[in-house]
């Protein structure tokens, strides 16, 4: 009888670890409140291995620094919606416990924002770009090594951007 007890957890251990691997994350605060007011969003999942592809320089410290990204979640505005904006995002992300990691004003008076989160073991990272074209989200899958974020220039932006919105 002590024999079957380690037997039966032994069984049923695989089948733990299994439901606990496929547990959904759910959005953060501030993104379910704008999926709510918004449900015709339309989200992209772009995984790490199309990532690399903007990469065209093969650089190593891009590499580096979606290393351990798995994915990244793309939010794009409803279609036809000439309303959408993403700035009651942008003003909760503080209060939703953000901390801003980058925030610039491109040439083309694009705002780029980078916002970090540490919930638990491991941190939640968004990404905010404000345009007067097109609002987008992208909410990052995965640990940035943030000592690599410059080189994100070295990345074929056009490439990365028609990647991210399902071109290529």
Same mark, same amino acid.
């Given at each position: 009888m002590?024999?079957?007890?380690? /037997?039966?957890?032994?069984?049923?251990?695989p089948f733990v670890i299994g439901l606990a691997a496929c547990r959904k994350d759910e959005p953060s605060g501030v993104l379910a409140k704008h999926e709510k007011a918004y449900p015709e969003i339309q989200k992209k999942y772009v995984y790490q291995s199309l990532i690399r592809l903007a990469n065209i320089k093969h650089d190593p410290e891009f590499e580096k620094?979606?290393?351990? &990204? /798995?994915?990244?979640?793309? *939010?794009?505005?409803?279609?036809?919606?000439?309303? *959408?904006?993403?700035?009651?995002?942008?003003?909760?992300? /503080?209060?939703?416990? *953000?901390?801003?990691? &980058?925030?610039v004003r491109t040439s083309e008076a694009q705002r780029i924002s980078l916002w970090v989160k540490d919930s638990g073991s491991r941190p939640h990272y968004l990404a905010l770009l404000d345009s007067d074209k097109e609002d987008l989200i992208l909410e990052i899958d995965g640990q940035l090594n943030l000592q690599y974020l410059s080189a994100i220039n070295v990345a074929?932006?056009?490439?990365?951007?028609?990647?991210?919105?399902?071109g290529f």
């Open positions: 002590n024999i079957s007890v380690p /037997r039966t957890i032994l069984i049923l251990m620094l979606i290393k351990d &990204v /798995r994915k990244i979640i793309l *939010y794009l505005p409803p279609s036809g919606d000439s309303t *959408y904006q993403i700035k009651d995002v942008a003003t909760g992300m /503080r209060s939703d416990g *953000y901390e801003e990691l &980058v925030d074929d932006k056009g490439s990365l951007m028609e990647l991210l919105q399902g």
